[in-house]
């Protein structure tokens, strides 16, 4: 009976050999990845913002240069271009039902363009530096808020073209903002001297501001989430999100990119991912050509796409469907991502070759009978579904040459053929089946002068080898043992225990050496703790 529960752990496999670890695609990459990404070229400078708009069918703005360009979020080809700007264009807003357009450049103007006509309705002429951002609070169509490097934030009522109310309260360029999404008088400005403020425009002295927070570094861009009591900053190498409910305090800060973050967006998962809920992520664009996916309710990074060019923009469809993101070089890498009812619409539209879908204009394929050859292969090229439990067949295995001999209980002429191999893990492992069945010693009794050679030469060389030495130092003391009197009597042999004395020697030299160090470091690393 013990044989025979032998004969069934075959083959033999090393111990010691690490397992490779297989990195398994999440849900959360496979969406993310499942953004067919495509370059729109002919823009020659820096995409420095990405708007979309907010109705269907979801058009989005790429300002560049002195220009500031339309595009489709189906065909991501350019629908129309606004050239009326002295200089290059910094921010671009839509307005929440999509018919205006603000934009706001270098020269410090800020104009509201529409959107069908293209012709620039308002000009609103105050900051007297560069003008950063512009955004249209929510569902709010008659105010605006801008700043720029005067260090000022403006609120405006557009029609009248006249500066409301004038915030002082940085110290240094305001370089981006955001309107709150649950309240239209509410909105945070970023600015260089590290600050994030958070104003409310109902407030009579607004330099009493509602909140303030420090990024610990120059803010390039920041966002509300939103439930509207959350904001994230980025600055540095770092996205920080801060509770405002909380009186502006830090959740979590992510420092996964290598350079400066650019630009922040808020992405929502589509709703046939089967997610039950709502799931929002902060997507994360920086100069060292990462997009980062930062899932703030667990507090990390779920996936990141690398680019071959410094990212200084990102945006995401309101319908869950496009992706953009800007680049320094003048290339806009679109992505837009299929649903389960567009691809059933695009089957449909191109027709099937099935007797059910077929049109009149079609052929139609002929029913499957058990009588057709093709009846039998029906379903073979069919790809299994996420849901499916796929039943893959047993492979057969193949079996080593001292496998079969261990198979067959032929114990000493296993040792010897693993010998020939020359794998180290192999060899050991043979050895370690052997010791369990209590015949390691017993194949080494029997072994001829040549097949004796062939062991002490592995054990001279791998026995002083952290990774098995615990099995073959003992193996070696027992060897020398039970055949001195061959070994005293073959030159060969001699030779092959002279060399195996010499390694075990240099090892000794070694760890004593490694004692030594460790014996000056150790009182050393005490005093170090102790401080």
């Known amino acids: 009976m013990a044989d025979h529960q032998l004969s069934k752990t075959f083959p033999v496999k090393p111990k010691l050999k690490p397992k490779p670890r297989t990195q398994k695609q999440t849900p959360e990459s496979k969406y993310w990845s499942s953004f067919k990404t495509q370059q729109i070229p002919n823009v020659i400078s820096s995409i420095t913002s990405l708007a979309f708009s907010p109705n269907p069918p ?33 921010s671009a807003s839509f307005r929440c039902d999509g018919l205006l357009l603000a934009a706001a450049d270098l020269s410090g103007l800020v104009q509201v363009f529409d959107v069908k006509t293209r012709t620039p309705l308002r000009k609103l002429r105050s900051h007297t530096r560069p003008a950063r951002f512009v955004k249209y609070p929510i569902a709010d169509k008659l105010h605006l808020i801008s700043g720029g490097d005067d260090a000022l934030v403006k609120y405006w009522d557009v029609a009248g073209e006249t500066v409301i109310s004038e915030m002082p309260g940085h110290k240094d360029y305001v370089r981006c903002g955001d309107c709150s999404p649950v309240s239209s008088e509410m909105f945070a400005t970023g600015s260089y001297d590290h600050t994030v403020k958070l104003w409310d425009v109902r407030v009579t002295d607004l330099r009493r501001l509602a909140i303030e927070v420090n990024h610990g570094s120059p803010v390039e861009d920041v ?8 904001i994230a900053t980025a600055g540095g190498n770092s996205v920080k999100i801060w509770d405002l409910i909380g009186g502006g305090k830090m959740m979590c800060s992510m420092e996964s990119h ?12 589509a709703k046939d991912t089967g997610e039950a809920s709502r799931q929002y992520r902060i997507l994360s664009a920086g100069l060292d050509g990462y997009m980062k996916v930062f899932d703030y309710s667990k507090m990390k990074v779920t996936h990141s796409m690398r680019f071959p060019a410094p990212l200084m923009s990102v945006a995401f469809s309101p319908d869950c469907a496009t992706r953009v993101i800007g680049t320094s070089n003048g290339i806009i890498y679109a992505g837009r991502r299929k649903s389960k009812e567009s691809k059933e619409e695009e089957r449909r539209e191109l027709g099937g070759f099935s007797s059910l879908g077929a049109t009149e204009d079609e052929p139609r394929r002929r029913a499957l009978k058990p009588s057709y050859f093709r009846y039998f292969q ?6 299994p579904s996420e849901r499916d439990y796929l039943v893959t067949r047993t492979k057969g295995v193949k079996l080593a040459e001292h496998d079969k001999l261990l198979k067959k209980f032929r114990h000493k002429q296993a040792l010897v053929s693993v010998l020939r191999c020359k794998n180290p893990a192999n060899v050991v492992a043979v050895m370690e089946e ?17 097949e004796l050679g062939a062991l002490l030469a592995f054990l001279h ?9 615990a099995l073959l130092i003992g193996l070696t003391k027992k060897v020398v043992e039970m055949r001195a009197e061959d070994i005293g009597a073959s030159d060969e042999l001699k030779s092959h225990v002279r060399n195996l004395k010499r390694s075990v020697e240099e090892e000794i030299r070694i760890q004593q050496s490694l004692q030594e160090i460790q014996g000056i470091i150790s009182p050393l690393l005490r005093l170090a703790g102790r401080r």
């Open 58 to 90: 979801f058009p989005f703005a790429a300002a560049h240069s002195a220009s500031l360009t339309l595009f489709s979020s189906q065909t991501f080809s350019p629908t129309a271009t606004i050239s009326s700007f002295s200089d290059v264009v910094s």
């Open 223 to 230: 966002i509300f989430l939103p439930s509207g009591g959350l």
């Open 258 to 269: 290598n350079k400066t973050v650019t630009s922040l967006c808020v992405g929502m998962m």
């Open 378 to 383: 029906r379903g073979q090229g069919e790809k």
């Open 434 to 450: 052997l010791v369990s069945r209590k015949k390691l010693l017993k194949c080494v009794e029997n072994l001829d002068l040549e």
């Open 461 to 469: 060389k791998y026995s002083t080898v952290p990774a098995y030495s």
